[in-house]
């Protein structure tokens, strides 16, 4: 098992039974020396550096409906609140003086959100703070949409593909969703030269390793600048409420590959991983991640963005959000990056 993850290490690249292998191994000699050889590889290309993303949840309003999301437009439990584009910008300013210089807008897909509404926001942002970098993550759009968001100033955008498996795909979403639909968009915002990040869950219902593969293909393909995974965390008011979680030790596997596979991308300690373990971002930062998101929401509203249960930040304040990152990021042994933050070209 450590012959595959030197390979992996050498080659960046393991055929599809040896990723299966090494995915379902419970050899903890092999998953120590993955751990190493990503944090080899993480401080090759960025050193002890971790980024900080300022989340911004602009909307709990969504039009879809997936089965697994807290803010599913079928959760008549959900509380909805949407920012108005002056608390947006009272975001950044906070999150300018904590030192941010990436603000993500994330939120459901809100029909209020259009172009008209959105575009303003984002030339605003970055007229007053221009050295900052916009990343959005706002779902599936028009290509128009997402190249006038683009002449606005957004540098970057999310969007998890969850699964390319057409099945395991259609179990997690309504039939009016479609798989196509989402890898074509992620497909174009790479075209419009967006830096692009995507991702899935880990441990999400029905997923099996081949399904997880079959991901990580897709990603070879795409080439993103950013990928985020995160464990599946039930929500209370879901159809999943009942299922199990994923758990911390295959996604930390995950992480760990991902870095070998993809040396030079952004791969964050998400907030998902803290939730299930309360050391779970550090241990991620010590497993090749090299960014973390700090809430920057209004209090006010964080619960309210409730994708799944117990989801950790949601009482803090932003400096305190801030402060508590940093204590960790210097506890596992690394130090916060005040730069943009842009994926570095392989070299
Ligand atoms: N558990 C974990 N992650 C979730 N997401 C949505 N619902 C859940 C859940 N129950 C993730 C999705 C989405 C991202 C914004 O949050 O992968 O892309
Ligand atoms: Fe909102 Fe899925 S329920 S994006």
Known sequence: MKELVEK???????????????????????????????????????GKKVWLRGLIEISSYCRNNCLYCGIRRGNKNAQRYRLTP??????????????????????????????????????????????????????????????LLKSAGADRYLLRQE??????????????????????????????????????????????????????????????EMIGIGPFVPHHDTA????????AELTLRLLGILRLMFPSVLLPATTALGTIAP????????????????????????KKYELYDNKICTGEEAAECRRCLENRIVSAGYEVEVSRGDCRLES
Do not use: W
């Open 8 to 46: 992996l290490y050498r080659e960046s690249d393991l055929s599809d039974s040896e990723l299966k292998a090494l995915i379902e191994t419970e050899d903890s000699g092999a998953a120590e020396l993955l751990r190493l050889r990503a944090d080899e590889v993480r401080q090759r290309y960025y």
């Open 279 to 302: 050391d779970g971002r550090e241990r991620g930062l010590k497993t090749g991640c090299n960014v973390v998101m700090p809430n920057l929401s209004p209090v006010s509203v964080r």
């Open 240 to 247: 999943f409420a009942n299922e199990k979680g994923g758990t």
């Open 86 to 147: 002056e608390e947006i910008l009272r975001c950044c300013e906070t999150g300018y003086e904590l030192g941010f210089r990436t603000f993500v807008l994330q939120g459901g897909e809100d029909v209020y959100f259009t172009d008209e509404v959105l575009c303003p926001v984002i030339a605003e942002i970055k007229k007053r703070f221009p050295d900052c970098a916009v990343t959005l993550s706002l779902g599936e759009r028009s290509e128009e949409s997402y190249r």
């Open 163 to 224: 699964t390319v498996s057409p099945e395991l795909y259609s179990r997690l979403h309504p039939p009016e969703m479609l798989l196509e639909n989402r890898k074509n968009c992620l497909f174009t915002l790479k075209k419009l030269g967006y830096q692009t990040g995507t991702g899935f869950m880990v441990g999400a219902p029905f997923q099996t390793t081949e399904n997880i593969i079959a991901d990580l293909r897709f990603m070879q393909q795409l080439q993103p």
